[in-house]
Every structure is written in C-alpha cells, then in structure tokens.
C-alpha cells in the first residue's frame, strides 16, 4: 500500500484544527449565552423585585396615612397634637403619592398597569379631598364630633387598598410568568447547543481518527 498523501494529511489537519476552533467558538458562544441570560434574567428579577417593593411601600403607607387619621380623631382635642396629626396625614399621603407616581413611571408595567396605577393615583388624590372635607365637621370641643366625622368617611379606604393590592399581584404574577417563558426558552435553547457541540464533537474525533488511520496504518 502507498504511504499517505501528504496533501491528503494536511488537509485533514488542517479541517481538524478548523474543527477544534469551531468546538471551542461553540463553548465560547454556550458561554456567554448563559451569562447573558443569566445576567438578563437577574436584572428582571431586580426590576421585578423593585416594582413589588413600590407597590407593597405605597400600600402599607397609605395604610399609615389612614391611622394618622384615626389618630387625629381620637387626639386632635389639644391643639398641639391636632397640627401634629394633620402634619402626618399630608406627610404620609405624600408618601403615598409618590410612590404612585413612580410605580406609574416604571416602562416595566403593562400599559393597562400604569392606567390603573394612574387611576389609584387619581383616586388617592380624591380621597385627601373627601377626608379634608370631612374634618371640617370636626368640632375639638365636642368630642362627640369624631363619631360623625369618621362614620362620613368609614370605609373609603379599603377599596383603594385592594386595588394597590391587586397591581401587586399582577406583577408578581407577571414575574412568575416571564420565570416560567425563560426557563422553557432556556431549555430549548441548552438543547440546541448540546446537539451542536455533541455533533460537532463527533465530527472532530471523526477527523482526528482518519489522520492516526492515514498516518499510522495506510503505508502498511
């Protein structure tokens, strides 16, 4: 039998080395696709997280807003403790407005979530009316006046409350969607590289096993 070519060996080399560069761009690329997608998915999560956060801030605020006004009911008859309590209920209903409004801003939400957020912002504004309205009936020298004042606004709140709750949900639930769409995404895409690099695996030792064939047995 003739010995090898030695054309014939180099170009087999020579594919071979191709082979192993084109292995090593595929480990490369399954690299920084997983960082990518790791490094993506933890800014969403750190968006998602932060979105929560505004929501459940706005929610156990305005609920501190509530009780500073209960708490100007029962207190307000020294005037001291009233300008104390009406201070606390524009400073919290200020908290409260602007976590709203930046909750509202975030480009993360859903366009029917910033109209809603939009809406309890509006309504939380009305409320401040409806409450400052109210007092007005309140007479510090007739305590009986607090029962009148807080039966005209009993309630108000709790449907405001449950509508910040319902956003918080749904962005929760948004999260847990876009987990689960990334996870099967992630998955397809782990199995089309693992193909690749299973096939382009074969294909190197393919190439590796035809030059030791070609060296070492084909003069024999």
């Known amino acids: 039998m003739p010995p090898p ?7 087999l ?12 761009a595929i480990g490369l690329f399954g690299v920084e696709f997983t960082y990518d997608e790791g490094h993506g998915a933890l800014q969403q999560a750190v968006t998602s997280s ?24 029962l207190r307000g008859q020294n005037p001291a403790d009233y300008e104390k309590y009406v201070a606390l209920f524009g ?10 409004a930046t909750l ?11 109209t ?16 400052r309205d109210a007092l007005k009936k309140y007479d510090r020298t007739q305590p ?8 005209s606004v009993r309630g108000v709140d709790q449907q405001l409350t449950q509508r910040i709750d319902e956003v918080a949900q749904q962005i929760l639930a948004g999260e847990h969607t876009r987990v689960d769409t990334l996870n099967q995404e992630f998955d397809r895409r782990y199995g ?3 193909t690749l690099v299973i096939a382009s695996t074969l294909g190197v030792l393919a190439l590796l096993a035809a030059i030791v064939w070609r060296t070492r047995f084909a003069g024999r």
């Open 50 to 73: 932060t979105l929560l956060d505004q929501a459940r801030e706005a929610q156990v605020t305005f609920k501190i807003q509530v009780q500073d006004w209960k708490n100007l009911l």
């Open 192 to 194: 089309m590289l693992r």
């Open 13 to 24: 080399v020579g594919l071979l080395i191709v082979g192993v560069l084109f292995l090593a």
């Open 104 to 114: 509202g801003a975030s480009p993360s939400l859903s366009d029917a979530q910033r």
């Open 144 to 151: 009986a006046s607090v029962f009148a004042v807080d039966t």
């Open 116 to 131: 809603e957020v939009a809406s309890i912002r509006a309504e939380h504004t009305r409320l401040g009316t409806v409450y």
């Open 91 to 100: 400073q919290t209903e200020a908290e409260v407005n602007k976590s709203l």
């Open 5 to 11: 070519n030695p054309a014939s060996v180099a170009r």
